[in-house]
């Protein structure tokens, strides 16, 4: 099992900027981001499978929000611009060494997961 290791959270005002890092401890072929606030369930933000262009988001940060992945395979980038209220949580890193097949949304597809870290954006 992958060990992941999120860092770059942090409290910002609506409208800046922050930018979340994920190390992987081995190679990756999916990765993706999550969030989560106290009562509600974990939420997809960003998905990518490593090595390829071709990422996925959840359609209230699409525009706002880019989700990369450097080609080592093992770390992945999530910048979030524009950020609002509503974006503040605990976003998790989440990995599988599954190349397709992924339903990116669903926390149960990924086998690991980082211990997150706290974005909170204030009004």
């Known amino acids: 099992q992958l060990q992941l290791v999120e860092s770059g959270g942090g409290s910002v005002q609506a409208g800046g900027s922050l930018s979340l890092s994920c190390t992987a401890s081995?190679?990756?072929?999916?990765m993706a981001w999550f969030r989560q606030t106290p009562g509600k369930e974990r939420e997809a933000v960003a998905f990518i499978y490593t090595g390829t262009d071709m990422p996925f988001y959840a359609d209230s940060v699409k525009g706002r929000f880019t989700i990369s992945d450097l080609t080592d395979k093992k770390t992945l980038v999530l910048q979030m611009n524009d950020l609002k209220p509503q974006d503040t949580g605990m976003y998790y890193c989440a990995a599988d060494t599954r190349r397709r097949g992924i339903n990116w949304r669903l926390p149960r597809s990924y086998s690991s997961w980082g211990r997150g870290t706290q974005v909170t954006v204030s009004s």
């Open positions: 081995g190679d990756t072929y999916c």
